[in-house]
């Protein structure tokens, strides 16, 4: 499964290759909402073709689909998430890194014997795969190079397919490739269904809050806004995964004027980095009401800064995101001497600011400054914010308008306050 190296191995190569995937300029003006390296399209005779386009160069590969597959092995677990959307995760047949998936019904499987762990594209178990007869393998990439993985499995007649959705820059983008896993599935009604709900949600959330932001509208005005939408649509029963968590509207003095000021990560290995301007987590943020401290004008790819620099920002920050491995605050602290005038910095531009409202209270969205996205880890510390949160960016949104608004109405389903 994705692991946070091969994240990071991604975003540092991913700023030249938009521009590969991207081409002219009439694809450079294209919705940024719209997947970059992913194309499914209807035959006319029925099925479909699914264009898979390298982030890097610019190749294409295309595979064609005459009928549902019903036999997959995906090393993602964010392909799980797609499938599992849609109600098509009893095609999983094998995964890679088993002990890392959220999914209950594939780890029934994986406990039960009909669902096997094929283990890592480092060192597969080759003899299993060809044993589990798989209609499809679907893997990602990370490098313009085609590993030596793909290319043994190919010879061994097994068909392969590149899906490349973690590198898209759009939450939407992102949750576009349920479509994908609907050709495949043979079930795009579901995949559109899906689609169309958590674009609506995402599209209504963010356009309250930027309106917010531009006229001052209290948090009251924005949830009714996206409330009084939502009431007729007909396509709720396709949401999983929290979708009861309707967006609350029994705060109404909370502000949202200006955007939160935003330390995001910790060290990691000895290098701090900070996404692009233009990345799927900057962009998040920004529809959620934040903006990134140190985020590299120019596109999507991490940069790196110092403790000091991180220091200087903190100067700035209200709030402090994804703190790594971090599940209390004992253990933030533990990280770096430093981190104490970071919390401190922090908690006083909060309060500054007018958050930090109920500080006399024990409601942990009004009284943290930090929080992390490993609420939904499983016991091996697989997160599902990377397995359901990749096609349901409306509830990171929501998630995100609650904490950086301080909603205390709203529990958040993927993200937990550190204390």
């Not at 099925?47 to 092995?73: E, K, M, W």
């Not at 009909?114 to 299993?128: L, Q, R, W």
């Not at 932001?213 to 409330?227: E, P, V």
């Amino acid at each position: 499964m994705k692991i946070l190296e091969s994240i990071l191995v991604s975003a540092s190569l991913l700023a030249s290759a938009c521009s590969c995937a991207r081409g002219t300029g009439t694809a450079q003006t294209q919705d940024a909402a719209e997947p970059l390296f992913m194309n499914v399209i209807p035959e006319a005779e029925g099925g479909y073709s699914l264009v898979s386009i390298s982030p890097f160069d610019g190749s294409r590969d295309t595979i064609a689909i005459g009928r549902p597959l019903s036999r997959l092995i995906v090393m993602s677990t964010s392909h799980i998430g797609f499938l599992d959307a849609i109600g098509a995760d009893s095609l999983i047949v094998g995964v890679s890194g088993g002990e890392y998936v959220c999914d209950t019904s594939v780890t029934a499987g994986l406990r039960e014997g009909t669902v096997a762990d094929i283990g890592y594209e480092a060192s597969p178990d080759y003899e299993k795969i060809m044993a589990l007869r798989p209609d499809l393998l679907l893997t990602y990439s990370v490098s313009p190079v085609r590993s030596q993985f793909l290319s043994k499995i190919e010879s061994l007649g097994i068909k392969t397919f590149i899906v490349n959705e973690h590198l898209e820059r759009h939450p939407l983008a992102r949750a576009a490739y349920v479509r994908l896993f609907g050709a495949l599935a043979g079930n795009m009604a579901a995949a559109d269904s899906v689609l169309e709900a958590v674009s609506e949600d995402y599209t209504n959330l963010r356009d309250s809050v930027q309106g917010g932001l531009c006229a001052g509208r209290t948090k009251q005005d924005l949830l009714n806004d996206t409330l009084d939408t939502k009431r007729d649509r007909k396509s709720r029963q396709t949401r999983q995964n929290g979708s009861n968590h309707e967006p609350s509207s029994e705060n109404a003095g909370l502000k949202i004027q200006n955007p939160r000021k935003i330390l995001v990560n910790i060290p990691y290995k000895d290098q701090w980095f900070v996404p692009g301007q233009e990345s799927y987590l900057t962009t998040l943020f920004k529809d959620a009401g934040g903006e990134i401290l140190g985020a590299m004008a120019g596109g999507s790819v991490s940069g790196k800064i110092s403790v000091e620099t991180a220091y200087s920002l903190s100067k700035d920050a209200d709030l402090w995101m994804n703190v790594g491995w971090c599940r209390t605050l004992d253990q933030l602290l533990s990280v770096n001497p430093l981190f104490e005038d970071f919390l401190r910095n922090i908690q006083e531009n909060a309060a500054a600011r007018g958050y930090c409202s109920g500080k006399d209270s024990t409601d942990a969205v009004s009284t943290s400054v930090v929080w992390n996205d490993n609420k939904r880890l499983n016991s091996k510390g697989g997160n599902d914010l990377w397995e359901s949160g990749v096609v349901r960016p409306d509830l990171l949104l929501r998630d995100l308008i609650g904490i950086f608004s301080e909603d205390d109405a709203h529990t958040p389903i993927y993200y937990k306050p550190i204390r």
